[in-house]
């Protein structure tokens, strides 16, 4: 599992060409949570238990989340347009579209349409 920490200003962030928007672009499965948080966690161990190493950028305080937010709103809508940029974290991103929060993830477990979408993003191999 990678971890990064979040550039802790919008523009160090902007400068390095986004780093969001990269991690997001080249990393098959991108999990943004704040540092030590349990549902943060959660979203960790099912992928993981899955077979998947996601890429986990923690967030650390509100400084960082205000950045993250920044850079989002640049980013413009990814996946479902209609839901929009969530509000809370943690954030999955799987093949550089949008999924959701926990809730999201644990729906498309459920539904059955996780393991394929993290098979189409090049996650998952078997």
Request: include cysteine; charge should be negative.
């Amino acid at each position: 599992m990678q971890r990064a920490a979040f550039p802790s200003s919008p523009s160090s962030s902007s400068s390095s060409g986004g780093g969001v928007r990269t991690a997001v672009e080249e990393t098959p499965v991108v999990v943004i949570a704040r540092q030590g948080c349990c549902m943060g966690h959660v979203v960790k161990r099912l992928l993981q238990g899955l077979g998947v190493s996601p890429a986990v950028w923690e967030i650390a305080g509100e400084a960082e989340e205000t950045a993250l937010r920044v850079e989002l709103g640049e980013m413009g809508p990814t996946g479902d347009e209609q839901r929009g940029f969530p509000v809370t974290l943690p954030v999955v991103f799987i093949g550089g579209r949008l999924l959701g929060g926990l809730d999201h993830l644990m729906a498309a477990h459920i539904s059955g349409e996780l393991v394929p979408n993290l098979k189409e993003a090049g996650a998952l191999w078997l």
